[in-house]
């Protein structure tokens, strides 16, 4: 499988910060930033990575599987929604939130929009409950979410596209 | 060697090795510490928690299969609090697993049946409902039932580190983990099954004895495997002389508990309707059923009658029959039919090894040796589909002891993923290539040599006198290929030799016709063939010739038959039979098909009906083997090595043979894991597998692992 020139030059990084014979331990950092490159990993993408890492097919499925931030066979959306409802953000509001977004979307847990677009996900702790209630949109962190800033947040999403 | 480190284990005191594992430590002394994921000879990963110990001075328990003994320390490993503990375990197991051990296959051998028996945890107070997955199907031969799985990584660890192959792996994480296969839904790997049989529940299950039997209600008969040439014990469950199931759990014999596909599912073909269980004579054109002392009495007729016309008549042997069958045969052929035209299809160069090699102790390797020898060198030969158990042996002394291993062959083999040196030469072009390795090999304290038919005649002395260069201990195995290959050649089924390698031109015998010659000549006036198929494709020149047949089926030999007589398979046999390595076992009936004989009764009692029977002497499988052990040089093993399960090796002879046979004729047929010859083609099991052969060489599965 040819990558994108990009990623390409990526990998080549990544690969180069471990000794030859660790090399597989690039294992996660070139599936997440092929997740994020690609938008989903296929299992043409698994093979390569599994080629260039040397170990097997397989062995590369179960590291996909392994970490929920993997996301493997299924892709997640363009924008992917987490919210969290640990303690911290359970207590601020956090369990509503989820409500309000699964009803908002017509989404549940891991499931995306039919135009690929937004995908939700009811996460475990983000790190963020100081500033409880909080939800996470791809990569970006938003705080004290409140039903209205919820909505709001939904509503740039859709005018994003 | 380090000092021995003095511990005390339930009270008593043990010695052991610096480094060794408790678990182990403690099994010597009888006392066996419960475990799931444990298994000596795989990698550690601590994941049943089962095997708990209290060790004094230390707060918490400990897992005795990754804890290493210890100076003064003092174990125990039956406590209340263990015991607690295990239940607690046990309960936490069963929180998922379903209840339905009367209908599981695994009842009654059950690991972990027997572990909630012993510990008492029987009631639950999980009251939530099972998270259930639904039983898969991932090929012919292989099904897995996610629910029952305890995740110990048995399976994983046999298929990755035992086999090579790396089918099996755990997907998903926590509650939800799973075994998968490498193939999202199926398994493209060898089938050999080790998967099932290690597995300590019924979560992978065999097609073979799924929903068959209880384990209580088989015989377990401990015989040889009937297929290729390496002569693993496989320990048959039989009920009502029907095979039920193969594997070696027992761990005895030369293979442990190894066996591939073909020894723990091929034994199908011994059911199989296609078996013949009644002679037949040729009349008017067409095979009709006849008794057997018809049959008998029609061949015997037409034998003596041919000999005193001074016809030439012809006699194929087999690598498919005991010592005592082949030895008798050639008796037979020489003393009584006066013919020394013997042959079989030849399979590797043994003579010319066994002549270069001769007067020489411990030179010839065992199938042991493969697993300790501080290097291995294999040549011409894919091991892992044509020797699969000497395979696991070199892949097994690579994985305990760091083995070198090297390999010189044709395309790629599995031995590249562990292999110092690979390289990759045309067959016939082994010798050359193998001058490149010279420095490395010299380098090493002793090697264990491994070729296959490609080095034959000349380039075998070329082997023999590269090996003696090197200036270090050097063993030979000669790949031949089937159940007793070796043996054939060893008991002189072949104009050239008698048995014990005598040469048949000194001892006064006219020259007797090789197979081919046979086959081709117009003049022939009977061939005989014993459970061997060498007209299946080639014609016999004497169109006249009178051909009679012992076989299990109706092969394309058999189909030219005028008469045809049922013989029994090695697994309904007394007798013994002689491996790759030279390595004599001896066999255990397991079965019976009604109709069917031994060969070595179907040539006595031909021999009784020419009036020869005293001069033949008894055809009982003892009595031929005392004889043997008295006139076949290298077969004075003795008896109760063999009686009691057990291999003795044969030596080279004293001296050199002398006799030089043509290279030409020597020809392995190149059977892979998935066909067995004759025998593969009427197994349904073996059959249904050819379709997924395995991708395992291909693509991104050819991977140089030097890292794992």
Redesign the interface.
Known sequence: MTLPQELEQKFSEIIGKYPPEYKKSALVPLLLYSQDALGKITPELVNEVARRVGVFPLQVEEVLTYYSMLHFPKPMGKYHVQICTNVSCQLTGGPELWELACKRLGLGHKEVSADGLISLEEVECIGACSWAPAIQINYDFHHFVTPEKLDELLDNLRQLQ | MADLVKLTIDGIPVEAAPGSLLIEVARRIGKEIPAFCYYDGFSQVAACRMCLVEIEGIPKLMTACTQPVGEGMVVRTETPKLAEARKGTLEFLLTNHPLDCPVCDKGGECELQDMVFRYGASESRYVEIKHHHDEQQWSPVVYFDPARCILCYRCVRVCSEGMGV????????GAYAEI???HTDHLECDECGACIDICPVGALTSDTYRYQTRPWEMNHVGTICTHCSNGCKTTLGVRNDQIIRGNNRDRSGINGEFLCVKGRYAFDFNESEERLTTPMIRKGGKLEPASWSDAVRFVAGKLKQLKEAGRQIGVVGSGRVTNEESYYLQKFARQVLGTNSIDHERSGDVVTLLDALAGRANALATVDDLYRAKAVLVIGSDLAHQHPLLHWQIRANWRHHAAHTYSVTAGPVREDQHTVAAIRAAEGAEMNALEQLRDKLSAESELAIVFGDSVKGEAVRQLVSFGDSLGIPVKYVCLVDYVNSRGAMDMGIIPELLPGYQSAAAAGLPVGLTLPQMLANEHLGALWVVNADPLRNTRLAAKEAFVIVQDLFLTATAQQADVLLPSASLYEKLGTVTNVCGEVQRLTKAAQTMGAKADLEIIGLIAKELGMASQMGPWITDKVFAEMQQVVAGYNVPLPVIATGGAAQTLPPAVKIGVETDPALIRSARDTQFTSGTLGSYSKKLDSLLESPGSLYQ???V?????Q
């Open positions: 790396n089918a099996l792996g755990v997907v998903q994480r998968a296969p490498n693509g991104e599965n991977l140089a692992l030097a890292t």
